[in-house]
């Protein structure tokens, strides 16, 4: 049973950095391309941040410069470092598992902006 799980969310004030986990299990890891995805109610969840096999990033112009996404294949776990965040990033934050047609979705972790 593929199981992703969020951690590191919380309430902190603009300016602020969060580090976010997604520790997987049931999978072979470093076989998957892995992403970080957020939304607020009442909008689409969208792509903050997507990592490679072999470590490539891509980043939503949003995010560009402030948030570095990253991935530890022994240890099957992602990670969202997210600095100077700002009230905009609020969202819950949900991790994706995404191959050929297998996607998997964590249960998400909320992030609060807020001073």
């Known amino acids: 049973q593929v199981q992703l799980v969020e951690s590191g969310g919380g309430l902190v004030q603009p300016g602020g950095s969060l580090r976010l986990s997604c520790a997987a299990s049931g999978l072979t890891f470093s076989l998957y391309p892995m992403s970080w995805y957020r939304q607020t109610p009442g909008k689409q969840r969208e792509l903050v941040a997507s990592i490679t096999t072999d470590g490539s990033a891509n980043y939503a112009d949003s995010v560009k410069g402030r948030f570095t996404i990253s991935r530890d294949n022994a240890k099957a776990t992602m990670y969202l470092q997210m600095n100077n965040l700002k009230p905009e990033d609020t969202a819950v934050y949900y991790c994706?598992?995404?191959?050929?047609?297998?996607?998997?979705w964590g249960r998400g972790t909320q992030v609060t902006v807020s001073s």
């Open positions: 994706n598992a995404e191959r050929w047609s297998l996607r998997y």
